[in-house]
């Protein structure tokens, strides 16, 4: 390593011991920046006086990969983007394409696809729920989260043979019927996840130090949300009861009976309570969606030459992370002219700075915590 | 033989030498049973590669981190960091000079014994504050300011609770406190009517702030500051820092068990109706059953060596079941006994919490010390001298 030139004595005494800002460069090599986020504090003491967020790390260009593959050969690498949450990913795709081909989708799949991507939601919110409690200390919820995450994982895998980046879906529909003891299985998941929830309460959120890590920490009140264009957990903790099954139903989540759980403040602890009710939430669609599964084709009539008439489509669904949008233009030839991605982790990333500033470095970890953000998803 | 053992400086120095040679092998022990207790915890197995069941981990821990490479960072400070290990190391090794292991094991039995105890962990705090302000690394000197922080609210309340059993003892010494509470027929955190149970829990609390264990983690939390104050430390350096840590574990666990919870005196010292089933069956049926717990292992295990390791286990702890049922081998040997016992309940209290609880943040930290723990460590100072002044005899 080459010799770092030191400045000279008097440079140095005065920048040693004049009362500057510290600055922390944190990542992107960093045990919770949660991949290779990059977040340079400007401290004072331990107080945050700004951040200023460095990412690109995980960039691999997937728009640009659009234009050069076709429709069908783009839709494994959606599901590379939000990696925790690829089942989601895929159907925002599908339906994007369906949209520019106008295609319509069977009954029976638009269920199953209901099913798997609430199934999806709930191992996001494991994961993002273990990983939240590990930033701040509590080091056991990891591993009870993943315990139940790994059964919705088995049910991935049974269905169609990947664990993490499924590729569940496929344009016009599904290309798997579902196994013999699916609905079975889902609904087993169902009771246990209502039993485990009630033990993560237990362990979490009566514990006195977790509502003090939490509450009052990273506040993002309603008309901040709206200023940033946060989605998801993050508006809804804030108050604001914009959830996009209920908005702009897709997929049949008009069929179903559920509530969107909200809170007052906004802060960490608000997030908290909303990601853990979505969760109940999910498992009441996901029994809905099982008890009235229809019967019927698992595909809808889409030719297996994709070639969407010339045009442009925008479709946006509820992903476990926020708003998830696709922004497909056809030139009428087989592969998409141009396909941009609204990631909810990119967008939400963006209110890092506004919810960190006045708190202290052990807050910053928490604030990047909550938002929940996949880095996959925030470079693409 | 004799002759050499009645020299006042013999006994104490081979205990001395003992202690170094056999403590860092006990602590990566600890280690493993750290790591066993929260894999149990957390619905895991943990170690389980080397040796049956992992309980050969400690020594491939150890010679790792002796054969890696030893690294200084280029900007450091070098004599400071190549000294902060060293004296967090010495100064809490040093605290083990007091510790009234039973009633014939300690190397000295000083009058201020309790006073050097706290000096000691006192200095070893420095160790951490140079290791973190040499390494010139921001998350390292973050680290030390906390772990400064830390140390001057946490000794506060720390001493309290300590000058609160000393007023209740009457004595500085170690094995004094012992004595007054054999003579009192009470352990320390039962005194006074009870109220010496306040005391007790603050000491606790404070004795895990003091030896920076979770939820008082902040100088290395891991989470925020990668590894606080030994962010630049690596392979042996790295393992000096550990050994004090456990160190002072040992040492605070030891403090407390002497002070509140009879030392090395068996519960209820005082009913001799108890000595037998205490001090005996007790003893023997525990290591009975861990020798049966090893035993499982010779059939499970599918490798021969580590069927043979188990075997030697079973035969071990079977070994010492059977010496506590010799008089001469029980009466040297049940004061450790029982002093150990408590000290690893204690030390699985440590371990409980850190599986359970999240980490404080700073100011909260520093709002529990000062704002809670000193004014209730002070009250309950006051209300024990009260109760000692007129209602004990």
């Not at chain 1, 008097?10 to 045990?31: K, R």
């Not at chain 2, 120095?13 to 860092?24: G, R, S």
Request: one cysteine or more; a negative charge.
């Amino acid at each position: 390593m080459a010799e770092t030139t030191l400045a000279p004595p008097e440079v140095q005494a005065e920048t040693l011991l004049d009362s500057n800002e510290l600055v922390l460069n944190m990542g992107p090599q960093h045990p919770s920046t949660h991949g290779v986020l990059r977040v340079i504090l400007k401290l004072d003491g331990e107080t945050v006086l700004g951040t200023d967020c460095v990412i690109g790390y995980l960039h691999r260009g997937v728009e640009k990969i659009a234009e050069n593959r076709t429709f069908q050969q783009f839709a494994p690498y959606v599901d590379r983007m939000d990696y925790v949450a690829a089942v989601s990913n895929g159907l925002g795709y599908c339906m994007a394409v369906e949209k520019l081909l106008d295609a319509e989708v069977p009954p029976r799949a638009q269920a199953v696809r209901v099913i798997l991507t609430e199934l999806n939601r709930i191992a996001s919110h494991l994961l993002w729920l273990g990983t939240h409690a590990l930033d701040i200390g509590a080091i056991t919820p990891v591993f009870l989260c993943f315990r139940e995450r790994e059964e919705v994982l088995k049910i991935f895998e049974n269905y169609c043979g990947a664990r993490l980046t499924t590729h569940a879906f496929r344009i016009g529909g599904l290309q798997y019927e579902t196994y013999d003891t699916f609905e079975k299985q889902c609904l087993d998941l169902c009771d246990l996840m209502e039993q485990k929830l009630k033990e993560y309460h237990d362990l979490l959120t009566g514990n006195r130090i977790w509502v003090r890590r939490t509450k009052g920490v990273g506040i993002l009140n309603a008309a901040d949300c709206k200023d940033y264009g946060v989605t998801g957990p993050l508006i809804r903790a804030a108050g604001i009861e914009w959830d996009l099954r209920k908005a702009q139903p897709y997929c049949g989540y008009e069929n179903y009976d559920f509530d969107i759980p909200t809170a007052e403040t906004g802060d960490t602890f608000d997030r908290y309570m909303v990601r853990m009710e979505e969760m109940v939430q999910s498992c009441r669609i996901i029994r809905q969606a099982v008890d009235a599964l229809p019967e019927g084709p698992i595909k809808g009539k889409v030719g297996k030459v994709i070639k969407p008439p010339p045009g442009e489509a925008y479709v946006s669904i509820e992903a476990p992370k926020g708003e998830l949008g696709y922004y497909i233009v056809s030139d009428g030839s087989l592969n998409p002219y141009r396909v941009r991605v609204r990631p909810p982790s990119f967008v939400n990333l963006g209110a890092l700075d506004k919810m960190c500033r006045g708190s202290l470095v052990a807050d910053v970890v928490a604030i990047i915590g909550t938002i929940d953000i996949v880095l996959g998803e925030v470079d693409r | 033989m004799e002759q050499l053992l009645a020299n006042p400086y013999v006994p104490p120095l081979i205990l001395t030498a003992v202690i170094i040679l056999v403590f860092p092998l006990i602590a990566g022990y600890i280690v493993l049973a750290e790591r066993k207790v929260l894999a149990d915890l957390q619905v895991r197995l943990g170690p389980m590669r080397v040796g049956p069941y992992g309980v050969l981990q400690p020594l491939a821990d150890a010679l790792k981190l002796m054969l890696k490479e030893d690294v200084i960072p280029s900007q450091s400070d070098k004599w400071i960091f190549w000294l902060a290990p060293v004296l967090s190391t010495f100064t809490a090794l040093s605290a083990f000079a007091v510790l009234p292991l039973s009633d014939r094991f300690f190397v000295a039995d000083v009058n201020i014994g309790i006073l050097f105890i706290l000096a000691m962990s006192s200095i070893g705090a420095l160790g951490l504050i140079l290791g973190g302000w040499s390494a010139n690394s921001k998350y390292s000197l973050m680290g030390s300011l906390r772990a400064a922080a830390q140390m001057v609210s946490y000794e506060v309340p720390l001493g309290f609770a300590t000058v609160t059993a000393i007023m209740c003892a009457g004595t500085l010494s170690m094995q004094g406190v012992i004595a007054s509470q054999l003579e009192r027929g009470v352990w320390g955190a039962f005194d006074n009517y009870g109220l010496m149970l306040i005391p007790t829990v603050l000491f606790i609390i404070a004795g895990t702030a003091e030896t920076n264990r979770a939820p008082f983690d902040l100088p290395e939390a891991e989470s925020e500051l990668v590894a606080g104050f030994h962010t630049e430390y690596s392979g042996f350096r790295w393992a000096l820092f550990f050994l004090a840590e456990y160190a002072a574990i040992v040492v605070i666990s030891s403090l407390c068990v002497t002070l509140f919870f009879g030392g090395w005196l068996r519960p209820f010292p005082n009913v001799a109706a108890l000595e037998m089933p205490l001090n005996t069956l007790f003893p023997a049926a525990l290591f009975a059953l861990i020798a049966l717990g090893c035993s499982k292992g010779v059939f499970r295990q599918a490798l021969a060596g580590f069927r043979l390791v188990m075997a030697a286990l079973t035969g071990l702890f079977l070994l010492v079941g059977a010496a506590f049922a010799l008089p001469v081998a029980n009466e040297l040997m049940i004061g450790l006994f029982w002093f150990a016992f408590k000290l690893a309940a204690m030390v699985y209290l440590f371990i409980w919490y850190r599986g359970t609880f999240p980490r404080f943040r700073y100011d909260q930290l520093m709002d529990v010390g000062w704002r809670w723990l000193i004014p209730i460590s002070m009250f309950g100072l006051i209300l024990n001298g009260v109760v000692q002044l007129f209602a004990r005899g």
